[in-house]
């Protein structure tokens, strides 16, 4: 902003007050939008001028930078960044990471980036010295044998938490940062689509059922009728780390009170696939330090979501949106839904394969 201000000043306008309009994430539709609450003004005038002080030398600085003949070589290093876990950075070629390195230690921090000083990548090398936690040491040992580790008796205590039927279910949804309907805030998640994989009695083949919102409004309510037909009255109701599940349907019961009691008690049936993986009851060297769905699932059942015209939800949800909200051809339209539910369907069934591997190693 100090340098936008410093070049209108330079055309002869002159700037008095400079103000960064914030959006208001407390804000909830609830009809027309009310733009004077959707924005919060934050006046930043003060802070401009003390950065205003030293634009100049900024912006020659920023100038030499730009008229480099070659690009810098590597090493600019934000140690803050390191610290989260992993090293991100703009100038190619910078760093290069080995699969296993150590900013995939779990929870590894300020351990990660001292091993990296040190001139430790790979955490197969991580010195016996080295204190480790315990899921550290786990990952250490499978890293350095290429097996496994299975805790056979975790892997039991939660899959007898397991009653038939198992409903296997995952949500996708999107967002925007102007709420399109009532009842959202800025950035809230929209669901427009759901698969279910249902296994009625142990052995018994899965059934298949699916919801892919096929209108141009408000998805929701069409949504949770279509997931009541599905979704029985007992039986565990198995999700991939539930707090995205939980959370979508409890703000449906805030928006659309006359769903809620079944909704609260759809929620204490819940039971996430993703706790004994997040908790090393499973290990693969193959994962990298993660737990996610993406990375468990070719790790244990030797199948991933390559060769997929959408595989990942980030994808799904922008691709829904596109093809329902703006304008593009109904052939398009037509191969960009029945993408959307392959990937869907592929989450589910993924949990299905995911606990019958966990029943094979025990």
Same mark, same amino acid.
């Given at each position: 902003?100090?340098f936008q ?7 002869g306008?002159k700037?008095?007050?400079c ?6 994430? +407390?804000?909830? #539709?609830?009809? %027309?939008?009310?733009?004077?609450? $959707?924005f919060? *003004?934050?006046?930043?005038t003060?802070?401009v001028?003390?950065?205003?002080k030293?634009?100049k030398d900024k ?7 730009i008229s480099?003949?070659n ?6 290093f934000?140690q803050?960044?390191?610290k ?6 703009l100038?190619?070629?910078c760093i290069?990471?080995p ?16 091993l990296f000083?040190?001139g430790?990548?790979i955490i197969?090398?991580?010195p ?9 040491s786990i ?10 580790y299975v805790d056979?008796k975790?892997?039991k +205590?939660?899959? #007898?938490?397991? %009653?038939?039927?198992?409903?296997y $279910?995952?949500? *996708?949804?999107?967002?925007s ?6 009842g959202?805030?800025?950035?809230s998640?929209?669901?427009f ?9 142990s ?6 059922h699916?919801?892919l919102?096929n ?14 037909k ?11 780390y539930?707090?995205f ?6 703000e ?6 006359k769903h809620?009691?079944?909704?609260n008690?759809v ?6 696939l993703?706790?004994p993986?997040?908790?090393?009851k499973?290990?693969s ?5 993660s ?6 699932l070719?790790? $244990? ?16 949800s922008?691709e829904?949106f ?5 304008k593009?051809s ?11 539910l ?18 094979e190693?025990i």
């Amino acid at each position: 902003m100090a340098f936008q201000k410093y070049v209108y000043g330079g055309n002869g306008l002159k700037i008095r007050k400079c103000v960064i309009l914030h959006l208001n994430n +407390e804000y909830v #539709r609830k009809g %027309e939008l009310n733009l004077k609450e $959707l924005f919060k *003004e934050e006046d930043v005038t003060e802070e401009v001028d003390k950065v205003s002080k030293d634009i100049k030398d900024k912006i020659n600085e920023m100038f030499n930078f730009i008229s480099l003949k070659n690009p810098p070589k590597a090493g600019i290093f934000m140690q803050s960044i390191l610290k989260n876990g992993y090293h991100d950075c703009l100038i190619e070629g910078c760093i290069s990471l080995p699969d296993n390195n150590v900013f995939c230690l779990y929870r590894g921090g300020e351990l990660s980036c001292e091993l990296f000083d040190r001139g430790i990548e790979i955490i197969r090398d991580i010195p016996d010295d080295i204190k480790l936690g315990d899921r550290q040491s786990i990952q250490k040992n499978c890293e350095i044998t290429k097996k496994p580790y299975v805790d056979s008796k975790g892997i039991k +205590e939660f899959l #007898r938490e397991l %009653e038939f039927p198992i409903y296997y $279910l995952d949500f *996708e949804t999107f967002s925007s940062a102007i709420p399109m309907f009532d009842g959202l805030k800025p950035y809230s998640q929209v669901p427009f689509q759901f698969s279910v994989h249902i296994t009625k009695k142990s052995g018994t083949k899965p059934e298949h059922h699916a919801f892919l919102y096929n209108g141009n409004g408000d998805p929701r309510e069409e949504f949770i009728k279509a997931l009541r037909k599905v979704i029985g009255d007992k039986g565990t109701i198995l999700v991939y780390y539930q707090s995205f599940e939980k959370g979508r349907l409890k703000e449906l019961g805030e928006t659309f009170p006359k769903h809620s009691k079944w909704i609260n008690l759809v929620l204490n049936r819940f039971i996430d696939l993703y706790k004994p993986f997040m908790e090393f009851k499973y290990y693969s060297q193959k994962q990298q330090g993660s737990a996610s769905l993406k990375k468990v699932l070719p790790a $244990l059942c030797e199948k991933g979501y390559e060769g997929m015209e959408i595989d990942n939800g980030s994808l799904a949800s922008a691709e829904f949106f596109r093809v329902t909200y703006t304008k593009c051809s109904n052939e398009e339209r037509d191969k960009i839904r029945e993408n959307l539910l392959k990937y869907c369907e592929l989450d589910t069934f993924a949990e299905v394969m995911i606990v019958e591997k966990l029943k094979e190693l025990i």
